[in-house]
């Protein structure tokens, strides 16, 4: 099963390949990264809805359009990193029904971890908006530190759908196919690997279970 450590460094190097060129990017074609937007209003996470519009218009409004057209297409290739990744990861688990390269509890792990920062960074976003906290520059309105912040998440959060993306594509491949082979294959590597109490291992034995008698 040499599948998932390929998968795994393919992965790291589409991730890694794309915040080192995407920084070069900002870099080269940035202007005044470092100089603070006037009435920035603090904003949580560029993940948010609202984050993109409110520091693009904030841009625009500070006459500074080319920064602004940058920000908003890192916004969007960001985005179709995530995408990407995360659709690829499943389509290479579906069609290589390799090893999970994850496991499910730690993918479970990963996704409620995911999960609650997304909570704690909108509930946050609400307070600010109650607070309504008067703009006065400083860190939160620096240009630099959004892409520099944008970029690398990015590329962690890309990398770790597209994780947990191949393992769903593989675990759902494997149980649709119901192979007997790749199922008692699939217990005893979920077993050796993840324990035999593990979540992957009980869910391993369940669709072996469930396979139907021909």
Known sequence: MSLGPSFRVSTAFV???FAVLAAVLVIGLGQDLW????DMTPQVSWL????TPLRIGALRAAGRPETAALYALMVALCFGLIGALVAGGFAWGVMNKGATVLGVDKA???LTALAFLYGVSTGLEVILHLVRITPQGGLH???GLWFFAMI???AILGRIGALIAHDAGALIAIAIAGEPTRLAELVATAEETRG???LEARLA???AARRPVI
């Open 15 to 17: 991730a890694g390949g």
């Open 35 to 38: 100089r603070a937007v006037p």
């Open 48 to 51: 948010m809805p609202e984050t």
């Open 108 to 110: 479970l792990r990963y």
């Open 141 to 143: 309105a620096i240009p």
């Open 152 to 154: 690398p998440s990015a």
């Open 196 to 198: 035999a109490k593990s």
């Open 205 to 207: 034995r369940l669709l």
